[in-house]
C-alpha cells in the first residue's frame, strides 16, 4: 500500500491536507481519500477511473484534488491507463514521452487544477484539434453524453 500526501482545493479557494492510499489486488485498483472530514474508498481496474471516480465524489463536495490527475491538460492514452501515467495534451499537438506526468503527483498551479467534465472536455477538443476523422468523434460525444 502507498500513501500519498496531497492538497485540496475547496469552493472557497482555501487548501488543505489529504491523505490518499492506493494498492492493487490481482486486477484491480484500490484508492482510499480521507480528509478531516471525510473519508472515501473506491476500486476500478485503471489509476485513472479510480482517481475520476474519487474526483466526481469531491466534486460533490466541492473540492478538487490538487494533483496532475486533476490537471485540464492531463488525460491517460489508452495504453497507459493501465499504470499511472498519462500525458499532458497541448492542442493540435501530438502528446510525447516528455508529456508525461505520474497522475498522482501534486500539482500546485491552482488554474489547472479543473473538473471530471472540463478535463474530459479538453481531451475531446484535443482529439479534434489534429483529427479529421468524424467517426472518432461522433463515438467520443455519444459515449461522454
Known amino acids: 500500500m502507498e500513501k500519498l500526501s496531497l492538497k485540496i482545493l475547496d469552493g472557497k479557494g482555501l487548501i488543505y491536507d489529504c491523505i490518499m492510499q ?5 486486477d484491480q485498483v484500490f484508492l482510499s481519500y480521507y480528509d478531516e472530514l471525510i473519508s472515501l474508498e473506491v476500486n476500478s481496474s485503471f489509476p485513472f477511473m479510480a482517481l475520476v471516480d474519487i474526483r466526481n465524489e ?21 495504453m497507459s491507463m493501465v499504470g499511472r501515467n498519462a500525458y499532458i495534451l497541448r492542442q493540435g499537438k501530438q502528446a510525447l514521452t516528455d508529456d508525461i506526468v505520474d497522475i498522482f503527483d ?6 489547472l487544477i479543473s473538473s471530471v467534465k472540463e478535463q474530459l472536455e479538453y481531451r475531446n477538443n484535443w482529439i479534434r484539434s489534429f483529427t479529421k476523422n468524424a467517426k472518432i468523434l461522433e463515438y467520443l460525444d455519444r459515449k461522454n453524453k
Open 106 to 111: 501534486e500539482e500546485l498551479d491552482l488554474g
Open 58 to 78: 469531491l466534486e460533490k463536495l466541492d473540492k478538487k484534488i490538487m494533483c496532475k490527475g486533476s490537471r485540464i491538460d492531463v488525460y491517460p492514452s489508452g
Open 22 to 26: 492506493i494498492s492493487y489486488k490481482e
